[in-house]
């Protein structure tokens, strides 16, 4: 099978740090697991070279989805990496999927229902323990309120986010209408949404699960600690641990599982984002490969990328061990990789 690997931050050039740094480890990583003669990789002529092993450089000019509509024909299977915001994710693998190609990750339903947070909670509001989320429309804050719940109280810590943001990006805690407005103002520049979600602030940790599903069944991987600072109110994701042992680790492992189970075209390699305070709470789910992968692919006793592509195709591990724990964390250069076994 050819193999076209899309990681859209390298594709594209992409220039921020925040974003390009953790693509191109995740790029590398994916490399040295399809470390053959049938896998190939888009670069941008923009982006700075990596050391691709047997693996091809597809180096390009062009916009990644502009180069999609022509040029797939000499590939059986893409696996894309892109970030859900604009519907970015969505719109790369809908053009895969049209081209008649296999999706080496979700389908592009299950794409476009993670791609709107608030779409994600409707699909998983009868099955997941969701956080509290009102969606406030930025007409209603410009003195033009139509909807209920358009002016919230403050009795609770809040947290104002994008409704397809990425990461921690554009995410704040907000303690009054003043600062909910700020927020506000800084969203909207970066959405094409007409409104964004307010939620109540959980105390408790951040933390993601990762799994392999084959479209049906779902495989938890790993619990993973998340680095999450925050500063001036704004929260940022610095990287984190994994596997992270917790008092409620089974019960998130269910909650993500039936998450995943619970929602059409998710396959591949998925991560749920949860916070476990009190109890889990379920804050989105990323169809994609996330950040931790770069660490558990060296501590799971199988090759992972391969894993992924077995799962896509239907088939899922036997058994899943990891040997250590690993922990990552970005700087302003490059991902840190750290295992300790």
Not at 81 to 110: H, M, N
Not at 298 to 319: C, E, I, R, W, Y
């Amino acid at each position: 099978m050819k193999l076209l690997i899309i990681e859209y931050a390298m594709a594209s050039g992409n220039e921020d740090p925040s974003i390009a740094i953790e693509g191109r480890t995740m790029l590398q990583g994916l490399l040295e697991d399809f470390n053959n003669e049938n896998t190939s990789y888009l670069i941008s002529y923009h982006s700075l070279p990596l050391d691709g092993g047997r693996c091809h450089a597809k180096k390009i000019f062009d916009d990644v989805e502009e180069w999609l509509k022509e040029d797939l024909s000499h590939y059986d299977a893409c696996l894309p990496i892109a970030p859900e915001e604009d519907f970015i994710l969505y719109r790369i693998t809908r053009a895969i999927e049209e081209q008649g190609l296999k999706v080496i990750g979700s389908l592009s339903k299950g794409v476009l229902t993670c791609s709107d947070k608030w779409e994600t909670y409707q699909a998983l509001k009868k099955v997941s323990p969701l956080i509290s989320t009102d969606r406030i429309f930025f007409e209603d804050l410009d003195g033009n309120s139509k909807h209920v719940k358009a002016i919230p109280d403050f009795e609770k810590l809040k947290v104002a986010k994008p409704v397809d943001g990425v990461s921690c990006s554009g995410i704040r805690l907000v303690d009054s209408q003043r600062k909910l407005e700020e927020a506000a103002i800084q969203i909207r520049k970066n959405s094409s949404f007409p409104f964004f979600l307010l939620q109540d602030y959980i105390e408790g940790d951040s933390c993601s699960v990762s799994l392999l599903t084959d479209g049906r069944n779902a495989m938890p991987i790993s619990l993973n600690l998340q680095n999450i600072k925050i500063n001036d109110s704004y929260l940022n994701y610095n990287g984190g641990k994994t596997p992270l042992e917790h008092p409620l680790k089974c019960e998130a492992f269910a909650v993500a599982k039936k998450a995943v189970e619970s929602i059409r075209g998710l396959c591949g390699y998925v991560g749920v984002d949860l916070i476990l305070g009190d109890q889990v709470h379920l804050v989105e789910v990323n169809s994609r490969l996330t950040t931790p992968y770069i660490a558990l692919r060296k501590l799971v006793n199988f090759n992972l990328g391969q894993a992924v592509m077995d799962a896509a195709q239907g088939t899922l591990p036997s058994t899943i061990q990891l040997e250590g724990n690993a922990y990552f964390s970005k700087n302003n250069h490059e991902m840190n990789v750290s295992v300790i076994k």
